[in-house]
């Protein structure tokens, strides 16, 4: 949107243009060519000093109620957050984060201290500035980062990046003499706070480190560094290798130990597959035995049937005798009749078989 410029301002140091009086002085439009929130996340965020700010229209002052209605429409809202950024992690990614969701169209430049005024003022950092302004340009959340930014903010500054607005923690910043070196920024009313990510901070990264040092030269050493550049003495490092050493036996027993716990559970895996097996075959032989054996079993069926057919087979019926046209049965030798005073015949001994085969089967 255009704005509209004069050369002179009203005694309460408004604009002509925007009180109540008609404007005596031509005016001339210019638009702003502030720069825009990047839309891709293709290319890390650029420097300042790659990307400044060239827009000649006015800056109007704005609040913060103002800046969240989305006003101005015809820019963004540029707001600023500082640090050293240290050891970079989730708890700098969620302070930005809020920096920029601050209002609905926002730009957000990041500013980044030098090594020379953080050792200065803070104390030695682990990682360089050239580490610190790599590790900002690659946040989602950054738009713009600022080199070599100033420990304490002056106006000149922040005349030069247009900045309406400062984000940072409301927990006061005592150093470089000062109890808080955001107060002229609070009573500016360019302050916007953000809140602290608990259980998480640079300071807290380092402690570990510290706290547990030899375990971290222990691992640096087993994985290939040097004593020299740990920084480790001749007996530290040899301890250390020997504790390696133990370690790596404790490991293997503790491998072993673990695959005895397997073999285990898989034999009684196993053995208790081969128990429930052996019962199922064994009610299935069970069932079979009786079913043979059993007293209503196939077996017995089958003995008595094959008993019945060898007693047919060992007395056979008597044979018929032919009686007045009509088959009879032959009479026994007992009960045939003779004649009184004659002996009966007697077969000889030895005969017994013909002449019974004779009685039974006598001759045409």
């Given at each position: ?8 301002e009203s005694?309460?140091g ?6 109540n ?7 001339e439009e ?8 990047r839309l891709?996340l293709?290319a890390?965020?650029?420097f300042?000093?790659e990307?400044s ?7 109007e002052?704005l ?6 209605l ?8 540029r707001?600023?957050?500082d ?6 992690h ?9 920096a920029?969701?601050?209002?609905p169209n ?5 500013g980044v201290c ?6 200065k ?7 360089n500035?050239a580490?610190?302004?790599e590790?900002l340009?690659h946040?989602r ?5 600022i080199?070599d ?8 500054f ?5 900045i309406d607005?400062?984000?940072h923690?409301?927990?006061?910043y005592s150093?470089?003499?000062?109890d ?5 920024i ?5 302050f916007?706070?953000?809140q602290?990510?608990e ?14 040092y ?16 740990l920084n ?6 040899k301890k250390?290798?020997?504790q ?8 293997k027993v ?6 005895s ?6 034999v ?8 429930q ?9 069970i ?5 043979l ?13 094959r008993?019945s057919?060898?007693?047919q087979a ?6 018929p ?17 003779h ?12 005969h017994?078989?013909?002449v ?6 006598p001759g045409?």
């Open positions: 949107m255009p704005v509209l410029t004069t050369d002179a005694e309460t408004i604009p002509k243009s925007l009180s009086e008609p404007p005596s002085e031509t005016m210019i638009e702003h060519t502030c720069p825009q929130p891709t293709t890390p965020a650029p300042a000093d990307i700010c060239q827009c000649q229209a006015p800056h002052k609040t913060i109620a103002q800046a969240r989305g006003t101005p429409v015809d820019r963004p809202v707001v600023y957050a640090g050293i950024f240290d050891l970079f989730s708890g700098h990614a969620r302070a930005l984060m809020q920029k969701t601050l209002f926002s730009y957000l430049l990041v030098s090594d020379d005024l953080t050792h003022f803070k104390g030695f950092t682990v990682m500035e580490e610190r302004y590790a340009r946040c959340y950054v738009d713009e980062v080199r930014a100033p420990w304490t903010l002056t106006p000149e922040l005349e030069k990046h247009k607005f400062v984000a923690d409301d927990i006061p150093s470089a003499g000062s808080d070196v955001y107060k002229h609070k009573e500016a009313g360019m916007v706070p953000t602290r990510t259980g998480i901070s640079t300071s807290d990264i380092i402690t570990r480190i510290v706290r547990d030899d375990v971290y030269a222990r691992r640096n050493l087993q994985r290939g560094y040097t004593a020299k550049e480790v003495s001749f007996i530290n490092e250390y290798r020997f390696n050493q133990v370690d790596k036996m404790k490991e503790k491998n072993v130990e673990e695959r716990k397997e073999f285990v559970n898989r009684e895996e196993k053995s208790h597959d081969l128990i097996k052996w019962e199922e075959k064994s009610r299935e032989f069932g079979n035995f009786l079913e054996f059993g007293p209503d079993g196939a077996w017995k069926q089958m003995f008595q049937e008993s057919r060898m007693l060992l007395s056979p019926k008597q044979s005798v032919k009686k007045e046209g009509f088959l009879s049965e032959t009479p026994k030798v007992s009960e045939r009749p004649r009184v005073g004659v002996p009966r015949p007697r077969a000889p001994r030895g017994h078989f013909s019974r085969c004779h009685v039974l089967y045409p």
